[in-house]
């Protein structure tokens, strides 16, 4: 024992020590820089938080009070930045973007309030791309530099040049390390928009598109709210402080929360403070002791703050950690407190129609608490012994709530249709990030029911609990909650049922982007030499173009039909995911009323006017495979 364990110090000498310099670093080890990688299918994927990195120093520009423009061009896969701000100081334009720990905001006279502190932005976004050009513009003078995966390729020494100041940055997102990405232009334009309700004043433009808001965090609420408002948006403004928030009829809390101009999509200090100030301020003013459940209940909320050097619990900047407004200042809680505290009461006096409408959504919330809580109890007591024996559900070992884990967001959930479909998934999985539910037939239409109906359907309780929603998203078991159902009426009509369940009962999931659907492959199309998957009947045409002479194709009718050892395939790193999003321009009520409510006429008349009638292809499939040959 004693001899092998000599051995194994042995090894672990001065040769196993290594230096890597910064590039090297950043490409080993994205996720300590971006977050996750991703495909583009979701908003927190890594080619949006390179482009966040680039936008992040050009707002720094504004809020300086230099630039009121910002241009972003994304087209095929190429993204152009450009700001008319100071411009970097062109003997420093290599330095900036490529030497770690180099930026200009250390120094907290030049940029006061500023989100990029660290020094780290651009590089990570010159290290991660295939190619990089930063170009500054300053005083009718210019200079450039190209770079390949963080290498210097080219650089232009100062020149003369008629361009306005500013800042000009191009890349390309590296597709060695972003695998099959596509950048959404519906995600780009939201991040957008958010900088301008930030940012009054600020006119961004987006492959021509101009955004500008004049309102703030009042036009934030009023393009995101989906569903009708119980009274006016209340809307209050301070130094260095602005929230807004209104009541809905959905269930959920809805926040949307911002440091310096960077959306801290996890929350953090300044928001827990937010949530404790809205409870206090609402026993006060009205006398009672509400449970805060109660008083946040269907709240959707913006809340934003500027303080000096923030201090965030990643590099991503996706969830604050400040206790004070600057180092050594006043506490973070207690400002925000006090100003909420102060504004909301003075507001509520001023305004008793809104005060009643919302002392009356209190009432209706804690009604509706009460009416469940017995059955919610015994709800709790089947949903806990289910848990040592639950047949639905196979666990992953990695969980989104695994905050040292760096797996955690790669966790996700299959919810599946019948026991076929669900072997094959479960067989094929990652048991470390990849967990499987199992659905027994299709789920009650939950649509016009209350809340109670989720723990009195065995089915929906269960789900439940495995997501661990009961409280709050914020304790949500996965990242990503993915939809396998069949390609056929019934797995679409399943995919319907479970979308009404989610949006109805948990919107704030769909919003924060956790919601899938999963594409699986409808043929298979292979010869004696390649194998191709395809996922519409286009693909399968080009696949037997290429693949000449009499191809096997097979259909495929459902997800059981698909060994375990393909559905790896499907699964892995290269799963195809369609995000399921929700804007403000729809109404949730509205859009569930029309697809899950009784059988309006306007649903029929939509069916009769778009029916078709289609003759039935391909139903034996040697016969189908021996005619396509011929056709090839």
Request: glycine share 8%.
């Amino acid at each position: 024992m004693a001899k092998k364990q000599e051995t194994l110090d042995h090894n672990y000498t001065e040769d196993s020590i290594q230096s890597l310099d910064w590039k090297e670093h950043i490409r080993l080890r994205p996720g300590m820089y971006i977050g996750k990688l991703g495909d583009g299918s979701a908003k927190d994927d890594g080619i949006y938080v390179l482009l966040k990195e680039v936008i992040d120093n050009c707002i720094d520009e504004y809020v300086m009070g230099y630039g009121k423009t910002i241009e972003i061009e994304v087209k095929d896969g190429i993204v152009r930045v450009r700001d008319y701000g100071r411009g970097i100081p062109l003997g420093k334009v290599v330095e900036c973007v490529s030497k770690i720990n180099t930026g200009g905001k250390y120094d907290s006279q030049a940029f006061q309030k500023s989100v990029g502190l660290n020094g780290v932005g651009t590089k990570a976004v010159n290290a991660l791309s295939k190619y990089f050009k930063a170009q500054s513009v300053r005083s009718g003078k210019t200079t450039w530099a190209e770079f390949e995966r963080g290498e210097l390729s080219k650089q232009k020494n100062e020149q003369s040049t008629n361009l306005d100041d500013g800042t000009e940055i191009t890349f390309i997102p590296d597709t060695d390390i972003f695998l099959d990405y596509e950048f959404r232009m519906d995600y780009i334009e939201s991040m957008v928009r958010n900088y301008t309700y930030l940012n009054v004043g600020l006119k961004m433009i987006v492959n021509g598109q101009e955004f500008k808001s004049e309102n703030g965090l009042l036009d934030l609420l009023k393009a995101n709210i989906s569903d009708e408002a119980l009274y006016d948006v209340i809307h209050l403004k301070g130094k260095d402080i602005e929230v807004a928030f209104t009541h809905t009829t959905s269930y959920g809390e809805d926040y949307y929360s911002f440091v310096n101009g960077q959306h801290t999509t996890q929350g953090g200090t300044h928001l827990a403070a937010f949530r404790e100030a809205i409870v206090k301020t609402a026993r006060d003013f009205y006398g009672k002791d509400f449970d805060p459940s109660d008083v946040r209940t269907s709240i959707t909320a913006a809340v934003s703050i500027r303080i000096q050097e923030p201090v965030f619990e990643s590099q991503t900047k996706t969830k604050l950690g400040s206790q004070n407004t600057y180092p050594g200042g006043p506490s973070l809680r207690n400002w925000i407190n006090e100003f909420v505290g102060q504004q909301l009461d003075n507001f509520l006096h001023k305004h008793p129609e809104t005060a009643e409408a919302w002392k009356k959504k209190i009432l209706q919330s804690e009604r509706e608490r009460k009416d469940i809580a017995g059955i919610k109890k015994l709800a709790n007591e089947r949903a806990k012994k289910a848990n040592l024996h639950n047949k639905k559900l196979r666990d992953c070992r990695v969980h989104l709530t695994d905050l040292k884990n760096p797996q955690r967001l790669d966790s996700t959930l299959f919810i599946t249709e019948g026991d076929s479909a669900s072997g094959s998934i479960t067989i094929a999985r990652d048991v470390n990030t990849q967990a499987v539910f199992s659905l027994k037939g299709k789920p009650l239409n939950c649509f016009g029911l209350t809340k109670k109906i989720v723990y009195e359907n065995e089915e929906f309780n269960l789900m439940q609990n495995a997501l661990d929603l009961e409280d709050s998203v914020e304790n949500l078991r996965y990242n990503r909650i993915v939809v396998a159902t069949d390609a056929d009426v019934d797995g679409m009509h399943i995919r319907l049922l479970l979308l009404t369940f989610f949006l109805q009962f948990f919107p704030d999931v769909v919003k924060n982007g956790h919601l899938f659907i999963l594409q699986t492959p409808l043929f298979r199309v292979r010869n004696k030499k390649e194998t191709i998957y395809c996922y519409s009947d286009m693909e399968r045409q080009l696949a037997i173009q290429k693949l000449g002479s009499k191809p096997e194709i097979t259909r495929f009718k459902g997800l059981g039909e698909i060994s375990p050892d393909e559905f790896k395939n499907f699964i892995g790193r290269k799963m195809r995911l369609d995000p399921v999003t929700l804007t403000g321009e729809t109404s949730l009520h509205g859009l569930l009323d029309y697809y899950m409510g009784k059988n309006t006429p306007e649903r029929q008349e939509f069916i009769i006017n778009n029916l078709r009638i289609e003759e039935e292809l391909e139903p034996l499939t040697e016969k189908v495979d021996e005619e396509e040959s011929i056709e090839a």
